[in-house]
């Protein structure tokens, strides 16, 4: 009696490669929930230091306290400011602690979901984070490899693009919310009058409002990545519509 014929063996869609042996997928929802709380909240904080700055920068410019910015000065505005900068770094801490967290893990699920997208090891999609000035650009591309690993084809397995402006708006932000810390630290620790302490709030404000807007985008990020590979990973490559 001839042998019954073997089942046909699935076939993976262009593109697509086995993951490596012993991997599995982790569920990134609890940290995307925890790191979306943490974001929330240094949001509030940024919130903080861009009206501390609004109004220190005003009653500076209005001559209120014309000692505020000498040595040893404790005027409002000088406390004003130490605390608006004081109060938002231990949750920067914290949040980027868990933001890198969270990176990690989808990356690691990315590596699962499609290896092929993936050209990064786990240990420099976290490493990235911690290299000057490459800091600016390098996590930004590992995001867009775990972002194509995490997209489903469509029904005929045809590629179906999914718009990447969450990753871009939110790493433009990102960016230009570094660059205006920095100024802004620069301006407040060479401040010595009101005039320069005013130009220091200035900055600190604008810098708060960057923080606001780059902390909304990051949420959005977050969710939309994490609702991607949850989505891929209970219906596989193909999407079911």
Same mark, same amino acid.
């Given at each position: 009696?001839?042998?019954?014929?073997?089942?046909?063996?699935p076939q993976?869609p262009?593109?697509?490669?086995?993951?490596?042996?012993?991997a599995?997928?982790?569920?990134?929802?609890?940290?995307a929930?925890?790191?979306?709380?943490? +974001? =929330?909240?240094s949001?509030?904080a940024? @919130?903080?230091l !861009?009206? /501390?700055? $609004?109004?220190a920068?005003?009653?500076? *410019?209005?001559?209120?306290?014309?000692?505020?910015?000498?040595?040893?000065?404790f005027?409002?505005?000088?406390?004003?400011m130490? +605390? =608006?900068?004081i109060?938002?770094?231990? @949750?920067?801490? !914290?949040? /980027?602690? $868990?933001?890198?967290?969270?990176?990690? *893990?989808v990356?690691?699920?990315?590596?699962?979901l499609?290896?092929?997208?993936?050209?990064?090891s786990?240990?420099w999609?976290?490493g990235?984070?911690?290299?000057?000035?490459?800091?600016l650009?390098?996590?930004?591309?590992?995001?867009?490899?775990?972002w194509?690993?995490?997209l489903q084809?469509?029904p005929?397995?045809?590629?179906?693009?999914?718009?990447?402006?969450?990753?871009?708006?939110?790493?433009?932000?990102w960016?230009?919310?570094?660059?205006?810390?920095?100024?802004?630290?620069k301006?407040?620790?060479?401040?010595?009058?009101a005039?320069?302490?005013?130009?220091?709030?200035?900055a600190?404000?604008v810098q708060?409002?960057?923080?606001?807007?780059?902390?909304v985008?990051?949420i959005?990020?977050?969710?939309?990545?994490?609702?991607l590979?949850?989505?891929?990973?209970?219906?596989?490559p193909?999407?079911?519509v």
């Open positions: 009696m001839a042998a019954p014929p073997a089942a046909p063996v993976l262009p593109g697509f490669a086995p993951p490596p042996p012993g599995f997928l982790r569920s990134p929802r609890g940290l929930t925890a790191t979306t709380v943490l +974001l =929330a909240l949001g509030a940024a @919130l903080f !861009a009206g /501390a700055g $609004l109004y920068g005003a009653v500076l *410019r209005d001559g209120s306290y014309p000692d505020a910015g000498a040595a040893e000065s005027t409002l505005p000088d406390m004003l130490a +605390l =608006a900068s109060i938002p770094f231990p @949750l920067l801490i !914290a949040t /980027a602690v $868990l933001f890198v967290m969270w990176f990690h *893990r990356h690691r699920n990315a590596a699962v499609n290896p092929g997208a993936i050209t990064e786990g240990g999609a976290v990235s984070w911690f290299i000057p000035i490459g800091n650009f390098l996590p930004y591309r590992t995001a867009k490899e775990i194509a690993a995490s084809l469509g005929d397995g045809a590629y179906r693009p999914v718009s990447t402006a969450p990753i871009t708006s939110w790493w433009l932000l960016v230009a919310t570094v660059i205006s810390e920095r100024v802004a630290s301006l407040y620790d060479r401040a010595g009058d005039a320069e302490l005013s130009s220091a709030a200035d600190a404000a708060g409002v960057l923080s606001v807007v780059a902390a985008l990051a959005r990020f977050v969710h939309k990545l994490t609702a590979q949850t989505v891929k990973a209970a219906q596989g193909y999407a079911a």
